[in-house]
């Protein structure tokens, strides 16, 4: 499944499920959904990282842009609360990079100008801690 169907879950756990039963239905999981026209920093890499949440599942990822240790996450900020529907996936993109490298981390960098005074205009640098793994799990188990 799609790294970006944790951000489903995180909007909504209705529609999260009705992408992940989707997903496992499927007999073909390779998935190609690499856009040409996205923004790209950095190396572009497709990761994958099996993920147990009761079964296993494989989870597919290509983050915006990968430099060494450092995985790249390009958003559009959506209210005040834009950080919260990344948070899963910018964690499984350390976790996914870790294949590579010891220490990894995520950047999540707004494409847009902060439109509530307090947000940061520059991004969220996201640390990959194991308590985010299991709260996914339990949201993908709900």
Avoid at 19 to 41: A, H, P, V
Avoid at 70 to 80: K, V, Y
Avoid at 107 to 115: D, K, Y
Wanted: some cysteine; proline content about 6%.
């Amino acid at each position: 499944m799609p790294a970006r169907i944790l951000d489903d879950i995180s909007v909504c756990e209705l529609r999260g499920k009705y992408t992940l039963e989707k997903y496992s239905q499927e007999r073909d999981l390779r998935l190609n959904y690499e856009r040409e026209t996205e923004i790209s920093f950095g190396e572009k890499k497709t990761f994958e990282i099996y993920f147990n949440f009761g079964e296993w599942a494989k989870i597919v990822g290509i983050p915006d842009g990968l430099i060494e240790n450092l995985a790249i996450e390009f958003t559009i900020t959506r209210g005040e609360e834009f950080p919260k529907y990344l948070l899963m996936r910018s964690v499984i993109y350390s976790y996914m990079c870790m294949q590579d490298h010891l220490v990894c981390s995520t950047l999540v960098v707004p494409t847009t100008p902060p439109i509530f005074e307090d947000l940061p205009l520059f991004g969220y640098m996201v640390v990959p801690n194991s308590r985010v793994l299991e709260y996914i799990a339990e949201k993908l188990n709900t």
